[in-house]
């Protein structure tokens, strides 16, 4: 129990440092691209995510997987990825435990009710729509 419970630490405390590092090669990246490195790393790690737990010749490669895919989806993600009690978001200060303290750190976006506009008409807005669809429509 021992050896597994020093293999997480250091597994979390190696991933303190190489998330961040990823991050920052990733964070230029559309977010398109970003999910679709997310995507590949998930990939790896599904087929050689043991290699992390008893090692083997993935295990770098399934490390770097890890690290990377969290990276991007850190990135990606609203609030942000939660792995071993560690946090990572797009703001490299955040102090928050995990992704779901996000909430409650959304500043309001209006102070008063009347900045609320109301609702439209369906009508007007399937013309609105109508009429943006006929002037961009042929210049595409
Ligand atoms: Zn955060």
Redesign the pocket.
């Known amino acids: 129990m021992r050896g597994e419970n020093t293999q997480r630490m250091v597994l979390l405390e190696t991933l303190r440092l190489a998330v961040p590092m990823h991050m920052a090669e990733l964070r230029p990246l559309e977010p398109s691209h970003r999910a679709e490195i997310a995507s590949r790393c998930a990939t790896v790690i599904g087929s050689h995510g043991d290699a992390l737990q008893f090692g083997g010749k993935h295990c770098r490669e399934a490390f770097n997987a890890l690290a990377r895919g969290l990276a991007a989806a850190a990135l990606t993600v609203p609030?942000?990825v939660d792995f071993l009690g560690a946090?990572?978001?797009?703001?490299p200060w955040?102090?928050?435990k995990n992704?779901f303290?996000?909430a409650d750190?959304e500043p309001p976006t209006t102070t008063q009710q009347t900045d609320i506009p109301a609702q439209r008409p369906f009508e007007d807005v399937i013309r609105d729509l109508a009429d943006y669809l006929n002037t961009t429509g042929d210049a595409a």
Not at 87 to 91: A, S
């Open positions: 609030g942000g946090h990572w978001c797009t703001d955040c102090r928050a992704r303290d996000h750190d």
